[in-house]
């Protein structure tokens, strides 16, 4: 608590001038987890910083209103987090003829956003570029950090580890919007800086606002160690997956495209059910809605994307709705689950020229994108209406919300000069009042964060939902399954519960490289594959989903990754997921398909050298019995005499 009391956490100008210039009444509110500060400013300006205190780490948000009757003087350079953090001494770089030591520098670790490559959520501080390391911060050296297009984790993600022997911290930003970072290094200490970008306005008589919030956890140790103690952090304090009444771990879907047929969608569901494939949701894709949209059998063909906006059953794809789908999906024992994007509507659809106040429209007539305004309360209001009605009326029980554009030159365009920034922080504000007005009324509801993949994933969103596709790498049908071992270390570095896709093909190798804290396997996604009139396919998919179920209690624990991450198909890949409490784990080990080596031996995490281990393989339930100091000293070895070949192991003490 004395960190929250001894220091401002935030930073701003008003009226041009800095806020260690400007009288204020200070009045503070302490609780058993927080504290609260309320700052009120001669012009009846007011900020309240409220902070929570989580085990060993922090959260603030700051709120500003207007208590006046009169604009406010221009609030600018507005930093939601500054604060000076202790750190171990570095000292100033040097030219010498000598690289620095990679262990005695601070080191930054700041993932890069979702793209559509395989190194998303990936940092390596030792990256160099030119005579330059990009993640080594030395006294003097200053760091920015952003987003683009106004998601928030598309450029870069909102996540950082600072690091210098042995201790650090890991911070977050909440906002899923365009925020900036800013990280400045003296000897003894790291400053950071954040910010929603590029405010610089007014607040009108009775106005009140949040900005962005952060979280940070200090701590003591490696950075693997770090790591997973953030993704406890989270698992604990800020995911769904887990609590009480929710399910225990992130779902198993079945992908259908919605532009099939509801018969056909039916007979799927209904081969599920007869064959018992242990589905928990049936996931609906788009292209379901819109009242003149035709069938269509994959996502490749019709002008379903056209009719965006436009949220009424198509009765030529569903003639009896959505809910006949729904109530099958329930009688089989699965919940449904059904795809939205509200935010973007395509201008030729109906609500659009009947309200056109609600949304906010280019400059170029010819862009058919137009962007919903969430910080208009009419059209909140519409959407909160017309998406909790569906999911009432249908029985939608996980509601899949994407975003296929870059929304930031649209709300720039609609400030005033003295009026910069505050349509994006209204917006982003009104989504989570929608996201939280849903979970209110509809308690059990999931929610499914997408946009264009994973690229609105922050501390905010994760609080109030899942990336079940965490990355749109997966869309093709047989992406490179490389890409997906990659995946499963870097964003589970970051994040406890995420979610990918398998592919189509019916193959080990990868629907095992796919095996993460959610899984959606589309075998019944489109018209173009049948489903159900091959009994062998029917029964790899009951075994290895069934097998998937063994491994989803551990992709959520402690996660260590074995190999660096590289999608090269001349090497290995391995990672390890561990629970101590329960002093067990499991292993996923690839050999890739031009990879010449038959062997490889891996160091493994959190091994008593005084007890025995028990490994179980997977595939035929042998056993094999190592000791602790054997894996110490040699590693985990095994051979894969197989290119393209994969093997789980479950491992526990003796």
């Not at 979280?215 to 989270?234: A, D």
Request: aromatic content about 14%.
């Amino acid at each position: 608590m004395d960190f929250l009391k001894n220091n401002r956490l935030f930073d701003f100008l008003y009226g041009g001038k800095p806020i260690s210039e400007l009288r204020y009444e200070l009045v503070q509110t302490e609780t058993e987890n927080g504290l609260t500060k309320v700052y009120t400013f001669d012009d009846g300006l007011k900020i309240t910083n409220v902070a929570t205190k989580y085990g060993d780490g922090y959260e603030w948000v700051n709120w500003l209103e207007n208590t006046s009757d009169k604009p406010t003087e221009i609030i600018s350079e507005l930093y939601d987090a500054c604060v000076e953090l202790p750190m171990a001494y570095q000292k100033p770089i040097g030219w010498t003829a000598f690289q620095p030591d990679f262990d005695e520098v601070t080191s930054v670790y700041a993932p890069t956003g979702s793209t559509w490559g395989y190194n998303e959520f990936y940092s390596t501080p030792d990256t160099s570029a030119g005579n330059v390391f990009i993640g080594h911060l030395y006294p003097g050296a200053k760091k920015k950090y952003a987003t683009s297009g106004g998601r928030s984790s598309e450029q870069n993600a909102p996540f950082f580890n600072v690091h210098k022997d042995g201790m650090g911290y890991i911070f977050a930003i909440g906002w899923t919007g365009q925020w900036n970072c800013f990280l400045e290094r003296a000897s003894d200490t790291v400053t950071v800086k954040t910010k929603i970008e590029d405010t610089h306005f007014r607040l009108l008589p009775g106005e009140k606002i949040r900005t962005s919030s952060f979280v940070m956890m200090p701590y003591e140790g490696t950075v693997v160690e770090s790591q997973n103690k953030w993704r406890r952090f989270v698992k604990k304090y800020f995911s769904q997956i887990g609590q009480e009444g929710r399910d225990a771990h992130g779902p198993l879907c079945a992908g259908v495209w919605g532009g099939l047929k509801s018969s056909i969608v039916l007979e799927r569901i209904a081969v599920m059910r007869e064959n018992k494939l242990p589905i928990d949701y049936i996931w609906m894709d788009a292209g379901w809605y819109g009242i003149n949209t035709a069938p269509t059998p994959d996502e490749f063909e019709g002008d379903w994307g056209s009719h965006t906006g436009d949220w009424r059953v198509s009765p030529l794809i569903h003639p009896d709705g959505l809910k006949v789908v729904a109530d099958a999906a329930h009688e089989a024992g699965m919940k449904f689950l059904l795809w939205f994007e509200p935010e973007r509507v395509i201008r030729t659809t109906p609500i659009v020229s009947e309200h056109p106040e609600y949304f906010i429209f280019p400059d170029n007539e010819n862009e058919g994108n137009v962007v919903l305004d969430l910080g208009n309360e009419e059209a909140w209001k519409y959407c909160v209406n017309t998406i909790s009605g569906m999911i009432e009326e249908i029985g939608i029980d996980c509601y899949r919300q994407d975003f296929n554009m870059s929304p930031l030159p649209y709300w720039r365009k609609n400030d005033a000069e003295d009026r910069q920034g505050i349509t994006e922080i209204k917006h982003i504000m009104g989504m989570y009042r929608f996201w939280d007005a849903l979970l209110e009324k509809f308690p059990n509801l999931l929610i499914d964060n997408c946009a264009s993949g994973g690229r609105r994933i922050d501390i905010e969103t994760l609080r109030r939902s899942i990336p079940l596709w965490r990355s749109d790498y997966q869309c093709p049908a047989n992406y490179l399954s490389e890409g997906a071992q990659c995946h499963n270390i870097t964003f589970n570095t970051w994040m406890p519960f995420s979610g990918t896709g398998s592919g189509r093909p019916y193959d080990t190798y990868r629907i095992r490289s796919s095996y993460a804290a959610a899984l959606n396997v589309p075998y019944a996604y489109s018209e173009r594959e049948t489903f159900g009139d091959d009994p062998e396919k029917m029964e790899w998919m009951k075994k290895h989903l069934n097998e998937y179920l063994k491994v989803r209690p551990y992709m959520s624990e402690d996660f260590y990754p074995l190999t660096e991450i590289s999608d090269r198909r001349d090497v290995w890949c391995a990672a390890q997921f561990d629970r101590p409490e329960e002093k067990d784990g499991m292993l996923q080990i690839f050999r890739r398909e031009k990879s010449p080596y038959e062997t490889a031996s891996f160091v493994l995490y959190n091994i008593d050298e005084n007890c025995d281990y028990v490994f179980t393989d997977a595939d035929d339930g042998s056993e094999m019995v190592f000791s602790g100091k054997e894996l110490g000293e040699k590693g985990f070895a095994l051979a894969l005499k197989d290119k393209h070949s994969s093997k789980i192991y479950f491992y526990k003490e003796k």
